[in-house]
């Protein structure tokens, strides 16, 4: 995907093959564009778009006819103006004539205002004529004008009908889009309209950042965007009905507080009705031409599913994406016509293995099509916020364009450093980025190469992080900041400001509060770090896990329940327990994890079970057959176990299949049930439960937290979804740094946690966020950096680093962390390789 930069540009400026659009080099060996382009055209099924769809082609006539129903859209009052304008200037054109051709006639000739008046009087009387003063002739001319009234009625009538036929046309969305590189969404789910209010976020900052007067009468001054979504249209293509799907996006802006004069439904919203499967709708919304598109089918595939045994999984989704290529590779000349920026993500209902043989890929050789199967990030948040409470704030708010979130600039475009220099990130290491970028809105969390990620476990066979210099969120602190690299931050802007502020003070202040404070001290440049990032620092707390609920999906991928374990087990210390209060019988249960062909490594202790590997030693799972819905049921739990410290509350369940408003129903009745049986267990339950709709979370009532208890995170599924979609189609070329931080998906992944002030040693100490972070890279060897903190229940997300802050034990500071368990290159490894080659490192 492309990166524009902070210069000064025209909006919509684009320079093709500049360095401004770096692209991700694939993993895979993809066909080369040549070798694909000749495969799609050969064949005896290939047709041009123009040979096959009348569609194909833009006429004046399909613009202005786009134009007008976009402001019918926008405003239903506008067909009366617009018939108002019509008749006036009718009135002006004959007014005009009439004096032409009254000249010389003394009887019938006025001046401007009498031709004026007299057109008015025959357009509103079919006819005036003074002059008439013989009585027969008067009963004659009321006869004409009596059957000129009847005719001119039939007429009428007759072009209403017309006019009708082709309003009622344009309120069903059939007309073509005349649009070019805009946002395209194509099908309709839960996660649409929030997807559609995340765009909405990212159009109000950017257009805030361009609103003064000055940009306005020069427009050279504006500030190009950070991703192609904040300046383009969205078009959505959907099955459903034009009007009722309007209504549902303009009540989604009101619920979001979108500002509806800067993302306007009509002109910025444009929704026409079709079928995303079929190629000439997707002609018809001018898809060969967009510029980020949003595949969104997840609900046809289900209907497809329900409505015939047999049917694959994703099988709409598969169907619009080979639509979508079809449309893209058949249109012209494709080295010429093929969108220089496109991006296509696609929402997947299950995982998809074979979808990359669509060879969807630029002409450069890169590819476009980034599958997104997002039920394990969903499910990965869930179990993290078990042991570390309120995790779900902290990820909702850094995928929400609302709020301070990822956001990503080319190091070469982003001004930063003590003097407030364009591209001074370029040639400093991470760690110099992350401490001395003295931004003053941002924080900056890594870097991305726009190459495949190495954090994914496949490096070594024990999945652990052992290449130097690598890019990522939180990765190698000695690498070196290429120009081609993006810088990865926290912001509520595109646009870091850099501080007035000199950052060196804070590694003053922070030297001097080792000094006083007697903390660790890892900031002397001239020492090796060759002490290793352990994933002990973190002090793990023991916690039995009661988890009411079961995922449908386990039954077919058992190894996921072992994945989710894993995570948890991040995070709990040895003799903490989980207990799967599920509708599954206890045989199911234990033939499922116990199968050797499923190689989960489970083994029976006692009625419990273990998994018999080094790494989740110490982690016992329990089984207790019951529905979490049944008060008896969940009575008869608590007296064999007593207590709990967390709940994970799920809305699917074994043999059930819900709809999300049934799902957040059971939601709800859980959470009360749990509030009623667990007031005799003398500790405060923590909740994480998971949502489909807004407002579950507010309608919950939860179990009594007490002072010494946290607030229920809630995990809104959809939302979560939406959030990640978006993020990945404004900015593609960090989607896998992205991706590990959500999913975890590696033992060294970076990732989100909440720690106490007292165990840093900082607990009744004053000092700026600045300061803060020296001594977390100091802790944890420049891996660590934090982004926000949390007071009592009130979160504070970004905050600026000249902020002065008295941590107290009502504090809990929110750090993003990277645990690692290698020896790290030394700062002389690093110098060296300021002199090298960095172009020719491994990554």
Not at 339 to 368: A, M, N, W, Y
Not at 768 to 793: K, T
Request: net charge negative; charged share 20%; aromatic share 8%.
């Amino acid at each position: 995907g492309s990166e524009f930069g902070d210069m000064m540009v025209p909006m919509g400026n684009y320079i093709p093959d500049s360095p401004l659009t770096p692209r991700r080099t694939s993993i895979v060996k993809f066909k080369s564009f040549v070798e694909i382009e000749e495969e799609t055209q050969t064949s005896p099924y290939f047709a041009q778009l123009l040979d096959r769809f009348s569609d194909a082609e833009r006429t004046y006539s399909d613009r202005l006819a786009y134009k007008i129903e976009n402001a019918i859209s926008a405003n239903d009052r506008v067909k009366f103006h617009v018939l108002t304008g019509i008749a006036f200037v009718f009135m002006v054109i004959f007014t005009f004539l009439w004096k032409h051709v009254s000249e010389g006639d003394e009887l019938h000739s006025y001046d401007m205002a009498g031709n004026f008046f007299m057109v008015i009087q025959v357009l509103l009387s079919s006819g005036y004529d003074g002059s008439i003063v013989i009585q027969e002739q008067r009963i004659v001319y009321i006869l004409l004008c009596v059957i000129g009234v009847t005719l001119i009625a039939i007429l009428i009538g007759l072009i209403t009908d017309s006019v009708n036929q082709y309003m009622e046309r344009m309120s069903d969305g059939s007309t073509k889009v005349a649009e070019k590189g805009h946002t395209l969404i194509l099908g309709w789910n839960e996660a649409t309209i929030r997807s559609v209010c995340q765009i909405a976020f990212l159009r109000e900052v950017y257009i805030k950042q361009n609103n003064s007067w000055l940009q306005f009468f020069l427009p050279m001054l504006k500030i190009a965007p950070s991703t192609p979504l904040a300046s383009s249209p969205i078009v959505i293509l959907t099955r459903l009905n034009k009007a009722d799907l309007e209504e549902q996006i303009r009540a989604g802006f009101d619920a979001r507080n979108v500002d509806p004069l800067l993302t306007k439904m009509g002109r910025d919203v444009v929704v026409r009705q079709g079928d995303p499967t079929n190629a000439h709708d997707l002609v018809r919304v001018a898809a060969q031409d967009a510029t980020s598109i949003l595949v969104m089918t997840t609900m046809i595939d289900e209907e497809e599913r329900q409505a015939a045994e047999g049917t694959p999984h994703n099988s709409a989704t598969i169907r619009t994406v080979l639509a979508l290529r079809n449309v893209v590779y058949s249109n012209g000349e494709i080295s010429e016509t093929f969108p220089q920026d496109l991006r296509v993500i696609v929402q997947l209902s299950k995982p998809c293995d074979f979808l990359d043989e669509t060879t969807f890929i630029h002409p450069s050789g890169d590819p476009v099509l980034f599958p997104q199967e997002l039920t394990r990030a969903v499910n990965t948040l869930l179990f993290f916020c078990a042991a570390k409470p309120g995790l779900s704030r902290v990820i909702m708010d850094v995928l929400d364009f609302q709020t301070p979130s990822m956001r990503c600039r080319l190091a070469t475009w982003l001004s930063a450093g003590p003097n407030n220099e364009v591209g001074w990130c370029v040639g400093k290491t991470i760690r110099e980025v992350l401490l001395y970028h003295n931004w003053d809105n941002a924080i900056a969390i890594g870097c991305d190469d726009n190459q495949v990620n190495v954090f994914d476990g496949k490096a070594d066979q024990d999945g652990t992080y052992n290449v130097k210099f690598a890019a990522g969120i939180m990765g190698d602190p000695n690498r070196i900041v290429k120009d081609t690299d993006n810088i990865i931050f926290l912001s509520a802007s595109s646009t870091p400001h850099v501080s007035s502020s000199n950052s060196k003070r804070y590694e003053k202040e922070s030297i001097a509060l080792n000094s006083v404070l007697n903390l660790p001290n890892g900031g002397d440049e001239n020492k090796t770090e060759n002490n290793e990032t352990s994933k002990e620092l973190i002090n793990k707390p023991v916690k039995d896990i009661l988890l009411c609920g079961w995922r449908p999906i386990w039954n077919d991928e058992p190894e996921r329940v072992k994945v989710l374990i894993d995570e948890l087990y991040s995070g709990l210390g040895v003799g903490s327990t989980v207990t799967f209060a599920t509708r599954k019988s206890r045989e199911d249960f234990n033939q499922l994890f116990m199968n050797k062909d499923h190689k989960l490594n489970f083994k029976q202790k006692g009625e419990n079970w273990i998994i018999d590997e080094p790494d989740f030693r110490g982690i016992e799972i329990r089984h207790f057959l019951c529905d979490p819905v049944h008060v008896q049921d969940m009575k008869a739990l608590f007296e064999k176990y007593h207590s709990f410290d967390c709940a994970i509350v799920l809305g699917t369940a074994a043999g059930l299949d819900m709809p999300d408003s049934a799902r957040d129903s059971r939601v709800l009745s859980i959470l009360l049930i749990l509030r009623k049986v667990s007031k005799q267990q003398g500790k405060a339950l923590h909740i994480v439960a998971e949502n489909q709709q807004d407002q579950t979370s507010t309608l919950a009532i939860v179990p009594r937290t007490g002072s010494s208890g946290y607030e229920p995170d809630f995990v809104n599924t959809q939302a979560i979804i939406a959030r990640t979609l978006i993020m990945n189609l404004a900015y593609p070329q960090i989607q896998d740094a992205v991706s590990e931080v959500l999913t975890n998906n590696s033992h060294d992944a970076p990732n989100f946690d909440i720690l106490e002030p007292a165990y840093l040693g900082i607990q009744d100490v004053e000092m700026s966020l600045g300061a803060l972070q020296h001594i977390l890279g100091q802790r944890f060897n420049h891996r660590c950096i934090a982004v926000g903190y949390f007071f009592q229940n009130d979160m504070s997300l970004c905050p600026s680093l000249n902020s002065k802050i008295l941590f107290t034990c009502d504090h809990r500071i929110i750090v993003l962390l990277r645990t690692i368990s290698i020896n790290l290159p030394s700062i002389v490894e690093t110098q060296q390789l300021k002199q090298s080659d960095v172009q020719g490192l491994p990554i």
